[in-house]
């Protein structure tokens, strides 16, 4: 049984993160054992002294007590054991290469809501491997869309990343800072023939599109000359059309596999007061436009996000490659994504919280109840905990669902 657990769960011991050529054949079959029978290895972990959490046993904390027990052999000095993991891994091959001088992340979320625990994970990751590796975190806002966006949530966001440890320093950012440069961007795009305006309605797009059973097929202004999509491109901007009127499409690939690609839209008419640029656009772009040029414009070298944008990575990769001027920074953006966190019974999808708050079923965001950060940090959490919590969960790519008691158990601690 020992052989086999040593065999099975050997390679997703390195793939999951933990790498030392020193750490001892035991600690690791034990670290094994501790993931496959959960019981066994919290006995033998108590017996060295460690209070396992949950069923979750981390490999640094047996490491850290067999060397106590004097198990490393270095008269009772616990053995260094560094835990990584693939991104860490990218990242620090990409150094010691030298395909980038300095790491430069960013931690983009959308001001339409709190931040909840989902969101601390991400913000340990950015911050805390800019830390690490010595390099720069950009605090970036995606105001692209002004009708889901308060002042109250800016502000929330602010002081939630900054009582979590986040430092931006002179580093923050919003979307709409570069709203000129996206627009000239859209602008050669058209030019190029590699954008158009179309003036099918969102029903219409979305049944042309098809589906993984369905092709693609054009809509009827896809040929729409180049000058002509230029010159509807200008008027939208001036104000000229109604909300929906119009939009500007990517001209990629309708035979795609990837529904990303089939001319995906890029901005449409929204007349709306922005609480930062206030009435000087009525045309905003989509996520998948605005954040790849935003993260080219400030230099990003690994941009991080959770699975769900995977097949967003080719759209993403289009984007970057097709600006023009060219970004300054070389290489471009990489995209990087990880598995979000789970936690069992326990809501964390933000529309589903906004419901809740503007329902009026709970006392607001920082009700107690909730998962956002201001709720935990009511309900007590000190920040040290939850970012201990963000840590012990880990990065990977595989979905996995953690129990609300490693947190807890952690705070106690």
Known sequence: V???????????????????ASLPASLMLLAALSRAAGGVAGRTASRLGVRPTHHVLSVRMVAAAAGKAGKAGKAGKAEQVVATNFVRNIIKDDLESGKHRQLVTRFPPEPNGFLHIGHAKSICLNFGLAEEFGGKAYMRLDDT????????YVDSILGDVKWLGGEWEDRLTHASDYFEQMYACAEQLVQDGKAYVDSASPEMIREFRGNYATPAR??????????ESLDLLRRMRAGEFADGQYVLRAMIDLGAANMNLRDPVLYRVRHATHPQTGDAWCIYPMYDYAHPISDALEAITHSLCTLEFQDHRPLYDWVVQNMRPAPACEPLPRQIEVSRLNIHYTVLSKRKLIRLVEEGHVGGWDDPRLPTIAGLRRRGYPPAAIRLFCERTGISKEDKNIDISVLEDKNID
């Open 218 to 227: 054009p809509t009827p202004d896809r040929m729409r000359p180049a000058a």
């Open 145 to 152: 869309n002004p009708l889901k966006e308060e002042q109250l």
């Open 2 to 20: 020992l052989w086999a657990l040593w065999g099975s769960r050997w390679a997703r011991i390195v793939g999951g993160g933990m790498r030392s």
